[in-house]
Nanobody, 119 residues
Framework: QVQLVESGGGLAQVGESLRLSCVAS????????MGWYRQAPGKQRELVAS???????NYVDSVKGRFTIPRDNGKNTVCLQMNSLKPEDTAVYHC?????????????WGQGTLVTVSS
């Protein structure tokens, strides 16, 4: 059983910062990639940022230069540092991990945390 536990999020004003954290636990042999998705009301879920085992990072264009995705491999933790927040960043943010639980690869999701950016 693999579990992702998220923390952080909440309410912020335009231009402020928030930090999300996600910790993976369970019988994990290896974490292939971790990332954050978000889903705004009435919209499809989109990938916000991801980081692979080798350290390569990927960001959706709308957050480049504002968000970063630090990862602590030793602690199976990934964060999402969100700076210069905008109202359009309002969404439920979900942590995702692609993990190896021998002998199977699994896609695991967190429960989601709400981020609201108020103008």
């Amino acid at each position: 059983q693999v579990q992702l536990v998220e923390s952080g999020g909440g309410l912020a004003q335009v231009g402020e910062s928030l930090r999300l954290s996600c910790v993976a636990s369970g019988s994990i042999s290896s974490i292939i990639a971790m990332g954050w998705y978000r889903q705004a009301p009435g919209k499809q879920r989109e990938l916000v940022a991801s980081i692979a085992l080798g350290g390569s990072k990927n960001y959706v264009d709308s957050v480049k230069g504002r968000f970063t995705i630090p990862r602590d491999n030793g602690k199976n933790t990934v964060c999402l540092q969100m700076n210069s927040l905008k109202p359009e960043d309002t969404a439920v943010y979900h942590c995702h991990a692609r993990v190896l639980v021998l002998p199977t690869y699994l896609d695991v999701w967190g429960q989601g945390t709400l981020v609201t950016v108020s103008s």
